[in-house]
């Protein structure tokens, strides 16, 4: 593709149409909120969505937010690392600012993970699409999609999207599960003003442009399966293996040690679930001092977990993007989920450089998560986003 690549600052934006992108590197919550003002407000500014490092004092940032962009919609979540217009990024933050010509927005907030019924994520549903309704930028059917992002720590994504999904029907949906720059210690999502953990938010975008969600892996099958022979499904746990202790048999597997196992070998050995020729990783997040390993997605007895083997990870991603490109044209601007196992293998690989030009050739924004969903299904190590094209659609 020949695409001219954005010039570095230190809070940049880059006009293109309908959207507008900028950073800011300052660790200062004033100064950040200071930045992204500068480079996003405009008269037509309808929305803003934003990805922030944990380190911030959030509440600070916050009440900064509110104050220099006035009034405009903000949603937003925590990082394990941003996707910047310069590419991967860390210790920052980056947003998207949405013009209301193109797009209209709104977002609602699920505060109780552990309550949502079908009845409410209706309701919400509804809600949201009435805004797009009366915005009168597009038709709902064929012109809309939502976006979630999820406290990454909450072990509640399987049940709350699948009730959302449920809820959205036909219309297409990814998100990602905040981050915190690995610490694994406390996840945020922002809305109505505040930062929160323990909750969602749900974002509907109804624009006249083309669109196009998607998710994809670099992860192949193996031969070589575990089955889950005790688990706690609710804390998201594997205590067994085939009948051994779930770390001893996954470092038998692998070729290590138990007290080898790191968040590397997690990123290059992943397992998966296998549904219909279709595989579903199941990352693991931590060893336990009992031996068992937490994962992030569920997990249950009885499950079959497939070992995976990684294939050329820019080159997956590449492919994925060209395929879309192909159909809709070179991209305003992809919003894009990727997992931080992806980005940890990369940097481990050297690769940082290479990852970094090809997310700014396609004009990439985003985060790592802690997980990532696509059409009502919760997600690990994938890259999940939507590819926002040129041309109008009509109808």
Known sequence: MDIDL???????????????????????PDMAAQDLARSLLHPWLGGVLFFCSAEYDLDALGQALEQHFGG??????????????????RGGITAIGFDQRDFALDYAVIDDLDEVSLLAAQQLTDRLLDHCRQA???????????LTLLDGLSASEERVLATLNAALGSIPHFGGS???????????????????????????????????????????????KLVVTEADRENRRVIELNAEPAAEEYARLVGCRVE???????????????????????SIQRVNEDLSLSFYCAVENGIVLTAMRAAPILDDLRDALDGI????????LVIGCDCFLRRLEIESDGESDAASALLR????????????????????????????????RSG
Not at 193 to 206: E, K
Not at 371 to 391: A, K, R, W, Y
């Open 6 to 28: 954005p010039t570095p600052h230190a809070a940049t934006a880059a006009r293109q149409d309908a959207v507008l992108v900028a950073q800011s590197r300052s660790r200062d």
């Open 72 to 89: 405009v919609t903000l949603c937003g979540c925590t990082t394990a690392g941003e996707i910047t217009d310069e590419g991967y990024g």
């Open 136 to 146: 009168g930028i597009a038709p709902i059917k064929d012109h809309t999609f939502a």
């Open 178 to 224: 905040a981050g915190d720059d690995n610490r694994l210690a406390g996840t945020h999502v922002y809305g109505g003003g505040r930062f929160r953990t323990g909750a969602a938010v749900v974002v509907m975008l109804n624009t006249v442009l083309d669109f196009e969600v998607f998710t994809t892996h670099h992860l192949r099958p193996l031969d070589d």
């Open 260 to 282: 080898e196992l790191d968040d590397e070998t997690f990123a290059r050995h992943p397992l998966a679930v296998r549904l219909h020729d279709h595989a579903y990783v199941r």
């Open 325 to 332: 490109v192909a159909r809709l044209g070179p991209p305003r």
């Open 361 to 392: 050739a396609y004009r990439v924004v985003g985060f790592n998560t802690y997980g990532e969903q696509c059409n009502g299904m919760h997600l690990n190590q994938t890259f999940t986003g939507v590819v926002i094209g040129q041309s109008r």
